[in-house]
């Protein structure tokens, strides 16, 4: 778990990043309704988590370095046991200071009335621009009311930055603390796709094992970090599949792409098996392709390369591989300068992970792409996609759809494969597959 002292570190670093003369504004995501007067499960905005641990809807955190009462006030609605009656719990302002260590804690109802107030003398105010625009007004209109009342000029804000600079290069670069975070999210995903390989068979529906992927997660106390992706036969060619409605056929494959949000850290883990619990030669081919890109993928991975090296590397073997099975035809150089393989491996191999399954972090530094760092966490997920209706290939291969995911964090002497334990040896599958 994080401890309070973690979120006061997170503060502490931002506030110190931002300097004098500066307010970071944090606002809870809105909740949304999901059909009439039912919303969806709430989901909190992941840099107020990420800096307070703060979960409730209708908050918002100023971090004002250099704040004589100290520098965080945190909004947040007030305690009202009719409304807890129905609802839950509220922290109030009195655990908001108590719990979460703010400064000083304020009703919601007040925020109009005292952020101008709090504003007040700040030059710039870092905001997580074009997130929430109904927020973004109300700032705007305390901005115009300051600027109003301001006998002289400089008493208003006079700049809004976007917060992102300075805060998602702290979420990129991952602590002691969250890395332990990540390790037990994987590990949880692991376990589900464990499960989910287990109880394959041939006849289920793609739903069923939908099920029990989330059935895992939930026993482990964590949600999907995005909904899973449960794709047999050609759905796999459909990169963000959804529907995961059909009904699984021998001999078809079943590619899962799913990962657990766990303590606020998520998981992304993708295996590709065979229904009946055999490759065909065929599937197998493709199958090996993908492990050996995303091994030369993963193995690239230290401190000082860069984030475009292991996509570099997997792209390599994939070019080379299509040409050896006959996919791909014509020179390497020329197929690999050409990036002949995009039409079967249409993505990115890593994006950055950790609270968000899409991380934040930028991926250029200078006009190149970005340096791995220890503590960043990405994935390694390249695929190979044969479309259903690829006349250009045999029919055997068509419809075929392989991608292999598994989380890495970089440390200060290479990489850690966080989701390691989760086989993907090709006979390890298929003793696996249909097993519980
Ligand atoms: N699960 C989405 C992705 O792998 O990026
Ligand atoms: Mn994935
Ligand atoms: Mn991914």
Redo the contacts with the bound molecule.
């Keep these: 778990m994080l401890t309070p002292e973690e979120f006061a570190r997170r503060r502490g670093e931002l506030i110190e990043a931002l300097g004098p003369g500066c307010a970071a504004i944090v606002s809870a995501s809105p909740e949304r309704t999901r059909s009439r007067d039912v919303d969806y499960p709430y989901r909190p905005d992941t840099n107020l988590l990420y800096l307070t641990g703060f979960a409730e809807p209708e908050s918002v955190a100023v971090l004002l370095p250099g704040r004589a009462e100290g520098p965080f006030v945190l909004f947040c609605r007030e305690r009202d046991p009719a409304r807890e009656l129905w609802d839950g719990k509220r922290a109030g302002p009195e655990g908001a200071i108590a719990a979460f260590g703010a400064d000083s804690a304020y009703p919601i109802g007040k925020l109009d009335e005292f952020m101008p107030v709090l504003l007040k003398g700040v030059d710039t105010v870092h905001y997580d621009l074009g997130h929430y625009p109904e927020f973004e007004a109300r700032l705007g209109g305390w901005l115009k009311r300051l600027r109003e009342q301001a006998k002289e000029r400089n008493k208003a804000p006079v700049q809004i930055a976007a917060l992102d600079y300075h805060l998602h290069e702290m979420r990129l670069c991952k602590g002691d603390a969250e890395l332990d975070c990540m390790r037990r999210s994987a590990a949880l995903a692991v376990e589900a796709h464990q499960q989910a390989i287990g109880r394959t068979r041939p006849g289920m529906h793609e739903y069923e094992i939908e099920a029990e992927l989330i059935y895992r997660f939930k026993q482990g106390g964590a949600t999907e970090s995005?909904p899973s992706?449960v794709a047999s036969g050609a759905n796999a060619c459909v990169l963000h599949y959804r529907d995961n409605n059909a009904r699984m056929a021998d001999g078809d494959l079943l590619l899962v792409?799913a990962?657990c949000e766990l303590e606020g850290y998520a998981s992304?883990?993708?295996r590709t098996w065979p229904v009946g619990g055999r490759y065909s030669a065929e599937q197998r081919a493709v199958y090996e392709i993908v492990l050996q890109a995303q091994q030369a993928a993963i193995g690239a991975i230290e401190p000082g390369v860069s984030i475009l090296d292991p996509h570099r590397a997997a792209l390599d073997v994939i070019t080379r591989g299509l040409r050896h099975i006959g996919l791909l035809k014509g020179e390497l150089a020329k197929l690999v300068r050409d990036q002949a393989c995009r039409e079967f491996f249409m993505h990115r191999t890593s994006h950055w992970l950790g609270m968000d399954?899409h991380d934040v972090g930028d991926y250029e530094a200078d006009g190149k792409p970005r340096a791995l760092e220890p503590g960043m966490c990405c994935?390694v997920?390249p695929g190979i996609y044969i479309a259903p209706d690829n006349d250009n290939v045999p029919a055997a291969f068509r419809g075929i759809g392989v991608r292999i995911?598994d989380d890495v964090a970089v440390t200060p002497s290479g990489h850690e494969v966080l989701t390691d334990a989760l086989p993907k040896d090709p006979e390890q599958i298929e003793a696996l597959v249909g097993s519980l």
């Design positions: 995005y992706i792409d990962g992304d883990i993708t399954v994935t997920e995911e």
